[in-house]
Nanobody
């Protein structure tokens, strides 16, 4: 059983930065593709970004490209989301997710991830 725990959320002013962490336990973290998603009040969950098992491949939603960076430390079983130049529209609950079933590829759809964290709130004030 894989467990994911996000941390690092909080309140920040527009233009500021936050760094989220997602610590994994159970299983073999280095074999999981990881994704970050977010859900704002009244909106559907949306893809933020993804990272391959080795960390050599990342991709991002257009809305965060150039501002957010995903990285991972397989020795620490942790994936990170560095968020810079934050905007009020980035306000949401942020979730990390793990794809433990596929051996290759990095899913973009939330439905392809089988484990999720509990989420951490990010609020950006204008």
């Amino acid at each position: 059983q894989v467990q994911l725990a996000e941390s690092g959320g909080g309140l920040v002013q527009a233009g500021g930065s936050l760094s989220l962490s997602c610590a994994a336990s159970g299983g073999t973290f280095s074999s999981y593709a990881m994704g970050w998603f977010r859900q704002a009040p009244g909106k559907e969950r949306e893809f933020v970004g993804r990272i391959s098992r080795s960390g050599s491949y990342t991709s991002y939603a257009d809305s965060v490209k150039g501002r957010f960076t995903i990285s991972r430390d397989n020795a620490k079983n942790t994936v990170y989301l560095q968020m810079n130049s934050l905007k009020p529209e980035d306000t949401a609950v942020y979730y990390c997710a793990a794809d433990t079933r596929r051996g290759t590829g990095v899913p973009k759809s939330g439905g392809e991830y089988d484990y999720w964290g509990q989420g951490t709130q990010v609020t950006v004030s204008s």
